[in-house]
């Protein structure tokens, strides 16, 4: 056997930093984690060269004192926990004590730092885990870190960094995620001595606008909910508002930023029957739940986190945004703020008008509880029970101070008043929608163009109905109601189907035969052998092969009543079976096709696309510019 080393410390801080410091942006991340739980309200960072040449952060935090610059380059020292039972209650986003250590044994590290009360600061230097003595350096309170020369002492690894764009890219990513996930620091980050981004610690409204504009705002849903013991809070995407890749999905879980498989199918899988074809949703949420019920201990950096169950956040997540895409009715609870409109027409005049009545009974609630009469609002949880599981319970996570306090009973009277007559202010401004768009009244068929799209009128506005898209919608509704209420059409095979299967395939699928039986397969497994002998009518024309192979690869399949492959197999039939453009329709085909529709003209086809498109008379006096 050969002998056991004990390795040196310059080995061990190395290996340790390929677990965390992986390229510049994670320099970068770790650093401003740091100046974040040292309790900075300013930060700043510098680039060069994609952060290959050098990268600097400053902070206005508490700093390091003379006698802990030492201790800050040494593995596994760390001013955030102390013993074991700690690691029950981490609050702080960097806890292991390996990040400067780990950083300073493959670059070069300066540290000056000065807390406040002390009248000089002092200044550590580390050149490839070789450390200087401390010594006295003028600088502000707050820490000031210097990271030159990054992989200089390891060729390896200095390899495979990529181009100082890409790896700029990456750093400015990071960047982002850091601001989104802290709205109330101020942050300035600079590449190559040029403001790239800046914010002002105004909340999250202005760290969203900061990193990715106005428009972003103003295309999104900025909602609120609690469900099962978590928070869900932040800005989701309209419905037309995509993006071709993930890089625009930010998830902040009680302060830190994650990528969590969980959390992305869960917002994905709601908007799946909104999206086109490689388009992703834009999404900023914040949510929150105990931290007993959370791991963030799950990988040196910290980047994913592992949930006591699974299940609850999923369904939590997925119920709160599909509601909003959906446009039920507790979205309206969900759902803060209104949409900017463009000009004013007279139905928008008249929710003006209802909005100022509203806000005057704000002003009326403000005056009470400035005179010191409390108004009790009792917690209410949403009543929704994803699978029978149970909640994380944590009673005092998200009651607010008011609602811990009991009011007299004369003032709950004049407060259920004032809500009675705003929930009939709200009840209103519904109904008015509805009647604008979701079911306008009284549609007058126009005719036809193109020969795909059909035209209404009701003598305010004009609708134009892609008549591919709606067809195929009411068929994808039709087939979806059929799987999922058991009434569909059963076809034995004529040669019993069979595939082989390996042991984690064989388990997965056997918990899953269930399923598969109610919406219309018949299998056995035996011996490792799938046999299909019946599949619904729907399914017929589809390759088994490659639809058990998606089965397993599907991660929605665990928790959606219509998982991800089998809603893609109804969505191509759907597709198939609908009205073609370019298909020539007489005035009996469209009736019938409006029957069917029976008004819901505001929905999207399968893909994402609007069946109808509405054009007001307002815009059109404009083209012919009747109105200026």
């Known amino acids: 056997m050969a002998n056991i080393n004990v390795l040196d410390k310059k080995v061990y801080n190395r290996i340790a930093a390929g677990e965390v410091v992986e390229r510049p942006y994670s320099v970068v991340k770790e650093l401003v984690e740091n100046s974040i739980d040292a309790g900075a309200t300013e930060i700043t960072v510098s680039i060069y060269n994609g952060g290959k040449t050098a990268i600097e952060v400053s902070d206005n935090g508490c700093g390091i004192d003379k006698n802990n610059l030492k201790k800050a380059l ?30 300073a044994s493959v670059a070069k590290i300066e540290i000056c730092s000065k807390p406040e009360g002390q009248e000089i600061g002092y200044t550590i230097i580390s050149n490839g885990g070789d450390e200087s003595e401390v010594e006295e350096c003028p600088c502000n309170t707050g820490t000031f870190i210097t990271v030159s ?30 601001v989104l996930a802290n709205p109330e620091i101020s942050f300035k980050y600079y590449v190559d001595g040029e403001i790239v981004t800046e914010s002002y610690g105004d909340g999250v409204e202005d760290s969203l606008i900061s990193v990715y504009g106005l428009e972003a705002v103003k295309n ?26 993930r890089t625009y999905q930010t998830t ?8 969590n498989s969980t959390i992305q199918s869960a ?34 950096n910290k980047s994913d986190v592992r949930f006591l169950d699974n299940s609850i956040v999923y369904g939590a997540i997925y119920s709160t945004i599909s509601k909003v895409l959906d446009g039920t009715d507790s979205a309206v609870n969900i759902v803060l703020g209104g949409q900017e409109t463009v000009y004013k027409s007279p139905q928008e005049l008249k929710e003006e008008t209802l909005r100022a009545e509203k806000d005057e009974v704000k002003v009326v609630l403000g005056s009470l509880k400035n005179s010191q009469i409390t108004i009790n609002t009792p917690y209410k949880r949403d009543n929704f029970n994803f699978n029978n599981q149970k909640v994380f319970e944590d009673k ?22 004032n809500k009675r007559y705003i929930a009939e202010l709200e009840r209103k401004k519904q109904e008015a929608e509805q009647a604008e768009f979701a079911k306008p009244n009284k549609l007058e068929y126009r005719g036809q163009i193109l020969n795909s799209y059909l035209i209404f009128d ?5 609708y134009i109905i892609d008549q591919h898209a ?13 799987q999922t209420t058991k009434s569909v059409t059963i076809q034995d095979l004529l040669v019993p189907f069979t595939m082989s299967l390996n042991g984690n395939e064989e388990n997965f699928l056997k918990d899953k035969l269930i399923f598969l039986e109610e919406i219309g397969f018949s299998c056995t497994i035996t011996d490792g052998i799938l046999t299909v002998y019946s599949v619904p009518l729907e399914f017929v024309d589809i390759n088994l092969v490659d639809f058990f192979a998606e089965i397993m690869e599907d991660y929605s399949f665990r928790h959606l009543t219509v998982p991800n492959v089998i809603n893609e197999k109804i969505i191509m039939k759907a597709c198939k079976s609908a009205i073609k453009a370019g298909m020539q329709l007489d005035k009996s085909e469209v009736d019938s096709l409006m029957r069917l529709l029976d008004g819901n003209i505001n929905l999207k086809c399968p893909h994402g696309r609007p069946i109808a498109i509405r054009v007001t008379r307002y815009e059109i006096d404009k083209w012919f510019k009747r109105i200026v």
């Open 74 to 103: 040494m593995p596994h020292a760390t001013s955030k926990i102390l013993n074991s039972e700690d690691l029950e209650h981490i609050t702080t986003l960097g806890f292991r004590g390996e990040a400067l250590p780990s950083i």
């Open 470 to 482: 709606a067809h195929e919608r009411l068929l994808y509704n039709k087939f979806i109601l059929l």
């Open 396 to 417: 005092d996570l998200f009651l607010d101070e008011a609602q811990n306090q009991t009011s007299p009973k004369n003032d709950v009277d004049i407060f259920a008043e």
């Open 267 to 300: 917002v994905h899988n709601a908007y799946s029957s909104y999206l086109m074809k490689r388009r992703y949703p834009f999404y900023v949420l914040y949510v929150t739940m105990p931290k007993e019920v959370v791991d963030v201990n799950v990988t040196p």
């Open 220 to 245: 999104s849903f900025k909602i609120s909910n609690y469900l099962h013991g978590v928070k869900i809070e932040g800005y989701v995407g309209k419905h037309n508002y995509t993006k071709p890749n």
């Open 149 to 178: 020369n990054l992989f200089f002492n390891t060729p390896a690894r200095l390899k495979f960094l990529k181009s100082d764009k890409s790896e700029e890219n990456d750093v400015t990513d990071m960047m982002a995620r850091l």
């Open 252 to 259: 902040i879980l009680n302060g830190r930023y994650v990528v």
């Open 458 to 462: 009701n003598s305010e506005d004009m």
